[in-house]
């Protein structure tokens, strides 16, 4: 589940950079266009002082020229017969220039004219782009906002089912640590028990060993100091002291038995000890971790503000 969650989250984080840089793109998008207007603006506006410049001296250019022709248009008049060629061929070169600059003026003032409308159709353009672009935004917007209403009800209600089930896990770890807790002490009764037990066995191996020696000891007093006792006691003492024998042995292969079982069960409760404590660092490692990723779960839901986002796209 935890992986799931992590695995959610990525996700989620993915959408917000991938929402965070297309809104970055649309603003670098804006601000090119908004500085290729300002270029287009301030090129029509060179157009156009351009243009006035040129029709301004155009205007004052074909004055002059027409007046220079009626001037000499009134001389040729008035003396007919003064430089009459020249004033001909000085009326024709005039009359060929003004016709040249008039017709070059407006082959200028046209193009001028042409690429002002063009410039003017362009960022009408730019301005329709610049408005669907916009509206796509806005749009965009508003399915980021529904999907991200919709991303947190879905981490309101994982981060609801993580708090149930780290309360569980800490009711779980509890009862681990009481049956912890609980098996320590029944190990350590039972070792104090079985410390007991071979306590009083070897108590009772050495009141047996010393009960064999003194019976050692009295038979021999008894075969030195009289040898004439009948073959029957000897006998009856032999089988008694076989039996004792006998009934040692048996005990002290009762005392191994008891031993080696008394160090089963030690070795027994010593791993189910070792195993309950590893259970118990691993369960309080995962709880941890768990507390840890709901922190980090809680601070990246608190800390990332798509109104932020949303106010710098615009913006």
């Not at 157009?47 to 007046?67: D, F, G, N, P």
């Not at 070059?104 to 046209?110: D, P, V, W």
């Not at 070792?191 to 003194?214: A, F, G």
């Amino acid at each position: 589940m935890q992986y799931g969650n992590m695995i959610s989250m990525n996700e989620f984080f993915d959408d917000c950079k991938s929402f965070a840089s297309l809104f970055s793109d649309c603003l670098d998008l804006f601000d090119c266009i908004g500085e290729r207007m300002i270029t287009l603006e301030k090129e029509n506006s060179t157009y156009r002082q351009i243009i006035l410049q040129m029709k301004h001296l155009y205007t004052e250019e074909v004055t002059r020229l027409r007046s220079d022709l009626q001037e000499i248009k009134q001389q040729a008049i008035l003396f007919p017969n003064l430089h009459m060629d020249e004033s001909l061929h000085l009326f024709h070169v005039w009359d060929f220039t003004t016709k040249t600059f008039e017709h070059t003026s407006r082959t200028l003032l046209n193009n001028s004219w042409k690429a002002n409308v063009d410039l003017t159709n362009k960022i009408k353009l730019y301005e329709k782009d610049i408005g669907r672009l916009k509206k796509e935004l806005s749009e965009s917007s508003n399915t980021r906002n529904d999907e991200r209403e919709t991303i947190e009800r879905e981490l309101g209600k994982k981060c609801k089912d993580n708090e149930e089930k780290i309360t569980q896990l800490r009711l779980e770890l509890a009862v681990l640590e009481n049956e912890n807790q609980t098996l320590q002490k029944s190990s350590k009764a039972s070792e104090q028990e079985l410390q007991s037990k071979v306590k009083n066995l070897l108590q009772i191996n050495s009141l047996n060993s010393l009960n064999i020696n003194s019976l050692k000891q009295q038979i021999e007093n008894t075969l030195d100091y009289s040898c004439v006792e009948s073959t029957s006691k000897a006998s009856k003492e032999a089988i008694l002291l076989q039996e004792m024998i006998k009934s040692a042995n048996e005990f002290r292969e009762e005392f191994s038995r008891l031993l080696e079982e008394s160090k089963e069960n030690t070795m027994t409760l010593e791993k189910r000890v070792e195993h309950l404590t590893r259970e118990n660092v691993d369960l309080q490692g995962s709880v941890k971790n768990t507390l840890r990723l709901y922190s980090l779960l809680v601070r990246a839901s608190k800390g990332f503000s798509f109104d932020n986002v949303k106010t710098n796209a615009l913006e």
